[in-house]
T-cell receptor, first 113, second 114 residues
Framework: GDSVTQMEGPVTLSEEAFLTINCTYT??????LFWYVQYPGEGLQLLLK?????DKGSNKGFEATYRKETTSFHLEKGSVQVSDSAVYFC????????????FGKGTTLSVSS | DAGVIQSPRHEVTEMGQEVTLRCKPI?????LFWYRQTMMRGLELLIY????????DSGMPEDRFSAKMPNASFSTLKIQPSEPRDSAVYFC????????????FGQGTRLTVV
């Protein structure tokens, strides 16, 4: 069935460092891919998305490119801030599982000043 | 719109008791999802509905769990009887339209079973 695999955390960085969080997926068909972010004590909120191969999603300095050949959707940011500290989830929808929204286990990012 | 509304925000109950979690999706959204979040297992999809009809409940852990969506504006997740291992944060999310659209999450219900 459809699944999402993220790199294990936590990821600890200093302010202004470069961030990469790896995400790969398994799905039949052409799923849409998402990154969601969860701040402490809150629900998840959409960070960015891509709906077809080679699309690049971007928001708040974060970006990710839908790579069908490597089944990947890695999240990157050139210069992280303390306020970026949160849990990041990679997700897919629309593959074999139909319209279900399937998440990876999440990666905790901690940024220090 | 007030967003997805879940109640209660926190629930503490004794083992063996029935627990009912509630969710009001965003008006006009036709898909609704229930998730459970724990440190060990991450975010697990329990069940989802399209147009009030359960599509896939394969994530429901066992028969003690049940979910209903009697109309487009309300859903419940019930655990009977509850056990300590059910302690988790339960999230409801709703979405409009197709698989490539954004899902909106509620604030979650933190359930503690003692």
């Amino acid at each position: 069935g459809d699944s999402v695999t993220q790199m294990e955390g936590p990821v600890t960085l200093s302010e202004e460092a470069f961030l990469t969080i790896n995400c790969t997926y398994t799905a039949t068909g052409y799923p849409s891919l998402f990154w969601y972010v969860q701040y402490p004590g809150e629900g998840l909120q959409l960070l960015l998305k891509a709906t077809k191969a080679d699309d690049k999603g971007s928001n708040k300095g974060f970006e990710a490119t839908y790579r069908k050949e490597t089944t990947s959707f890695h999240l990157e940011k050139g210069s992280v801030q303390v306020s970026d500290s949160a849990v990041y989830f990679c997700a897919l929808s629309g593959g074999q599982a139909g319209t279900a929204l399937i998440f990876g286990k999440g990666t905790t990012l901690s940024v220090s000043s | 719109d007030a967003g997805v509304i879940q109640s209660p925000r926190h629930e503490v109950t004794e083992m063996g008791q029935e627990v009912t979690l509630r969710c009001k999706p965003i008006s006009g959204h036709n898909s609704l999802f229930w998730y459970r979040q724990t440190m060990m297992r991450g975010l697990e999809l329990l069940i989802y509905f399209n147009n009030n009809v359960p599509i896939d409940d394969s994530g429901m852990p066992e028969d003690r769990f049940s979910a209903k969506m009697p109309n487009a504006s309300f859903s419940t997740l019930k655990i009977q009887p509850s056990e300590p291992r059910d302690s988790a944060v339960y999230f409801c999310a709703s979405r409009e339209g197709q698989a490539n659209t954004e899902a909106f999450f509620g604030q979650g219900t933190r359930l503690t079973v003692v």
